[in-house]
C-alpha cells in the first residue's frame, strides 16, 4: 500500500520569499511521484512529475522538487514566491508497478498563501 | 488547450436520490478516473475505466456506484441511492495512455451536496 504526508495543511510566505512544501511518501514499490496545483474553481493541474532518471525535477511556474529515495520525500520548492502561487498543493504516489492502471494517491494538500 | 470538463459544477439531491455525475474527457484519452474528496479530506481515488471496462476499483466504489462511457465523448459517474457520506467533490480525469508515469488531466470538479 502507499501513502503520502504533506506536513503543514496551511504555508505562509512573503512575496518573494523561498516557498517550500513538504512531501513524504510510503511505497513498497519504486514510486512515480508527482505535484499537482489548484487553483480557486479549476481542476488539479500538473506542475511537475518523477519518474525515472535525475533525481532534481523542474516543472511549470519556477517549482522545482527533489527525489530523495534514502529521505522518502519528494519536497517541492520555489526560490522566490509570487502572489500567483497562492493556491493549493497536492503530492501524489503512483505505483510504478506493472499492475497499476495509474491510480494516484494523495496527500491531504497544502494551502499556500503569498503575503505582499 | 484540451481540457476536461465535468457538469454540473454543483448538485444538490436529497438522501437516497440518485444522481448522474458528468464528464468529458479531452477527446483523443483513453483512460478515464474519478476521484473524490470529502472536505478536510485526501482526494481519493474511486475507479479507473479503459476500453469500456473497469480496470481497477477502490473499496469506496460499492455497487452504489456505476461509471460508463455512453459515447464517445460523455464518462459518467452514477450513484444509485446517495448517502449523506457520499457528500464530496468528485473529479474527473484523463490520460492519454495506461500507466503510471502518464500525466492525469483533471475536470474541476463536481461539489455533491447530499441533504
Partial sequence: AQSVTQLGSH?????????LLRCN????????????????NQGLQ???????????????????????????????????AHMSDAAEYFCAVSDAGGTS????????GTILTVHP | EPEVTQTPSHQVT??????????????????????RQILGQ??????????????????????????????GSNFTLKIRSTKLEDSAMYFCASSPQRGSTDTQYFGPGTRLTVL
Fill in chain 2, 42 to 71: 485526501k482526494v481519493e481515488f474511486l475507479v479507473s475505466f479503459y476500453n469500456n471496462e473497469i480496470s481497477e476499483k477502490s473499496e469506496i466504489f460499492d455497487d452504489q456506484f456505476s461509471v460508463e462511457r455512453p459515447d
Fill in chain 1, 25 to 40: 511518501y510510503s511505497s513498497s514499490v519504486p514510486p512515480y511521484l508527482f505535484w499537482y496545483v489548484q487553483y480557486p
Fill in chain 1, 46 to 80: 500538473l506542475l511537475l512529475k518523477y519518474t525515472t532518471g535525475a533525481t532534481l525535477v523542474k516543472g511549470i511556474n519556477g517549482f522545482e522538487a527533489e527525489f530523495k529515495k534514502s529521505e522518502t520525500s519528494f519536497h517541492l520548492t520555489k526560490p522566490s
Fill in chain 1, 101 to 108: 492502471y495509474g491510480k494516484l494517491t494523495f496527500g491531504q
Fill in chain 2, 14 to 35: 436529497q438522501m437516497g436520490q440518485e444522481v448522474i455525475l458528468r464528464c468529458v474527457p479531452i477527446s483523443n484519452h483513453l483512460y478515464f478516473y474519478w476521484y
Fill in chain 1, 11 to 19: 504555508v505562509s510566505v512573503s512575496e518573494g520569499a523561498l516557498v
